[in-house]
């Protein structure tokens, strides 16, 4: 990877850490303000780190929350931004914070909000049936161009290992936003809780000043 500069926790995650903290113990979980549930095992954030890096997508068959079976590759040959994470339904502490963050990038965008593809792979494809992303997803006000992918364990290892992502299970994972702000570019990775704003400052300057 190259390009690594480091950034103190952006203002609004900082925000709801200190939420968090005040409301329940240490370890234990709260509910965030849409209804979302978030753990203060994540309250004290680790420091947001930006780096820039290449990543080939693999050829896996996945499918998505609507139950289509998709070729993950097709999924990524946009000319949109593309948002990519990492998530599991039952998680109780990083995901719903990582997804919170996607519903904000897409509440900031407005209208424009379709300008922009998103994808969420789960890294606990036994467990995460179609069904379960799709309730997972409409917590997270979801829009149409935001999508939830499951599939075989093998293919979710292969996606996780393809962006740097596997960390031996599913409890051991850290927070991650990947972005690809256009085709051929190289991804800006997020390691650690970026805000809405640090995605959008990364969007092309047509969307973000839309």
Same mark, same amino acid.
């Given at each position: 990877m190259? !390009? ?7 203002? %609004?995650?900082?925000? &709801?850490?200190?939420? $968090?903290?005040? $409301?329940?113990?240490? #370890? %234990?979980?709260?509910?965030?303000? =849409?209804?979302t ?10 420091r $947001?780190?930006? /780096? &820039? ?11 998505? +929350?609507? %139950? ?5 590759? =097709? +999924?990524?040959?946009d ?22 963050? $996607? /519903?904000? &990038?897409?509440?900031?965008? %407005?209208? =424009?909000? =379709? ?8 890294? @606990?494809? +036994? ?15 979801? #829009?149409? +161009?935001?999508?939830?992918?499951? !599939?075989t ?8 290992r ?5 960390? #031996? ?22 390691? #650690?809780?970026?805000?809405?704003? @640090?995605? &959008? ?10």
């Amino acid at each position: 990877m190259r !390009g690594v500069t480091f950034h103190a926790p952006t203002p %609004g995650v900082a925000a &709801l850490a200190l939420v $968090l903290m005040t $409301l329940v113990p240490a #370890g %234990g979980t709260a509910l965030a303000a =849409d209804g979302t549930v978030a753990s203060t095992a994540t309250a004290a954030a680790p420091r $947001l780190q930006r /780096s &820039l890096a290449h990543y080939v997508v693999p050829s896996v068959n996945m499918i998505r +929350e609507d %139950g289509k079976a998709v070729r993950l590759q =097709d +999924e990524f040959a946009d000319q949109r931004p593309i948002v990519l994470n990492f998530i599991y339904t039952s998680c109780n502490g990083i995901c719903p914070m990582l997804s919170q963050t $996607l /519903s904000m &990038l897409q509440r900031s965008l %407005g209208k =424009d909000r =379709d300008a922009v593809r998103i994808i969420s792979v789960s890294i @606990d494809p +036994e467990q995460d049936t179609p069904a379960r992303l799709t309730e997972y997803a409409n917590q997270f006000h979801a #829009g149409p +161009e935001w999508h939830h992918y499951t !599939g075989t364990t093998q293919a979710s290892l292969q996606v996780q290992r393809a962006f740097n992502v596997y960390r #031996g299970d599913k409890m051991s994972h850290t927070p991650v936003t990947l972005m690809r702000p256009a085709p051929g570019k190289d991804w800006v990775r997020f390691d #650690g809780y970026a805000s809405a704003e @640090d995605l &959008l400052r990364e969007l092309p300057q047509p969307i973000a000043s839309r």
